[in-house]
């Protein structure tokens, strides 16, 4: 299959015109957000707010051309506009394709870091270097087990491309409105969650740019009523580009862990994730090696099937702490799948005592690190 790449699909959407004898959608500047992954392809048409509506048969002469391109499996195109900054918009928190909803471009709409979330006694933040070695998976399994440990917990979506916490966490529906600008957190397994996932239709990639991501966000951590919270766990979207970087520098973040598999630990994806955060001062509490080893459900052999111990010795390397490591296992993957953690679905399981282990470290950390210290405004620091 021939490979998808950003060039066959701009040199498609080169043969789209806005309108009849006119400028095609690329000369026009207004495709942005291409997202390929595995042949779906996402993209945004930037359209002016009063044309959304309108420009509907536009969009749909985007996705045609590039449904049309070889090895494209699906396309997502959405409309989006900028608005002037709009405080409060409310229950919909701003569907892309839904320009008249849209969340408030503009810098002066993300949120402040520097101010701290009244009731929430700690932020921690679940990255990786990429995306597929298990972040939503770890960020779930260490939220319920802080929950079963008695905490009051929060978890946050923060991948508006990609939501997966409604699904990991078998929460659907919309959350409820208050006083026409407050969202209620959903809840589920004890832990109370918020994600673009139920703001959104679901299999509808989201396409935003940055200060749209910020906006969404600070309305999905500020304008949440989220009580009050021991911690709220943050699952960033994959990966250490722009936008967690901005996301890091843009929420008060108490701390973060890294989540890499064995194979992947010394790859220098893990390194920019610790790079990323020192830039703007964010404590690394630590690495969790997911898919660490094999232990077979059979006999309960356990075997290193990767450079096993690999996470230990590079965050000792990078002098960063290693918080512990989670097997590979099936059941993890079927519980999941099913929207049911693990360390709830086998609460004997050594997997959960892996997770609820790494959970009370981190709970530690998180706790120590406000007691000793102010997270409120760190500055960038230059590398
Ligand atoms: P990410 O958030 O890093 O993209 P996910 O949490 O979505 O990754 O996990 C990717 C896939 O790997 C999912 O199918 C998940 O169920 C599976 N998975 C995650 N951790 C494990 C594990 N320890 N053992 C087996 N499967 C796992």
Redesign the pocket.
């Known amino acids: 299959m021939a490979d998808v790449t950003r060039e066959t699909i701009l040199a498609a959407l080169g043969g789209v015109k806005k309108s009849e004898g006119g400028k095609d959608v690329v000369s026009l500047g207004m495709i942005s957000g291409i997202v390929i992954r595995d042949g779906n392809v996402g993209f945004a048409i930037e359209v002016e707010p009063s044309e959304g509506a309108a420009s509907e048969p536009l969009r749909e002469a985007c996705a045609a051309a590039v449904e049309a391109i070889s090895g494209v499996l699906s396309v997502t195109a959405v409309l989006t506009a900028e608005r002037p900054a709009q405080r409060g918009a409310g229950g919909n928190g701003g569907a892309p394709d839904a320009p008249s909803a849209a969340p408030q471009a503009g810098h002066g709409a993300a949120p402040d870091k520097s101010q701290k979330i009244p009731g929430i006694g700690a932020i921690l933040a679940v990255a990786?270097g990429k995306?597929?070695?298990?972040?939503?998976?770890?960020a779930v399994n260490l939220a319920v087990a802080m929950a079963a440990d008695g905490a009051r917990v929060g978890l946050l979506d923060c991948d508006v491309y990609g939501p997966?916490i409604p699904r990991l966490m078998r929460l659907s529906g919309q959350p409820e409105t208050v006083d026409g600008s407050n969202l209620m957190p959903m809840e589920n397994y004890g832990v109370k969650c918020m994600s673009m996932g139920f703001l959104v239709e679901e299999d509808t990639p989201m396409i935003w740019r940055g200060p749209m991501v910020m906006s969404a966000l600070g309305q999905m951590l500020r304008d949440v009523r989220w009580g009050e919270l021991d911690i709220l766990v943050c699952d960033l979207p994959?990966g250490t580009g722009d936008a967690q970087l901005t996301m890091a520098q843009n929420v008060p973040l108490t701390g973060a862990v890294i989540?890499s598999t064995p194979q992947d630990i010394a790859l220098l994806d893990v390194r920019r994730g610790i790079a990323m955060f020192e830039r703007v001062d964010v404590p690394i509490f630590g690495i969790i090696e997911?898919?660490s080893y094999f232990l077979c459900p059979h006999c309960g052999e356990r075997s290193d099937i990767f450079s096993h111990g690999g996470a230990r010795e590079t965050a000792a390397e990078l002098g960063v702490g290693f918080l512990g490591e989670?097997?590979?296992?099936?059941a993890?993957?079927t519980a999941?799948?099913a929207g049911q953690p693990i360390v709830l679905a086998e609460p004997q399981s050594p997997h959960t005592a892996a997770y609820r282990g790494i959970a009370k470290r981190v709970l530690d950390l998180c706790q120590a690190a406000e007691a000793g210290g102010d997270r409120s405004a760190p500055n960038i620091v230059m590398m």
Not at 131 to 138: E, F, I, L, P, R
Not at 326 to 330: K, N, Q, S, T, V
């Open positions: 990786s995306g597929g070695v298990g972040k939503s998976t770890t997966s994959p989540v997911n898919m989670i097997p590979l296992d099936g993890i993957r999941s799948d």
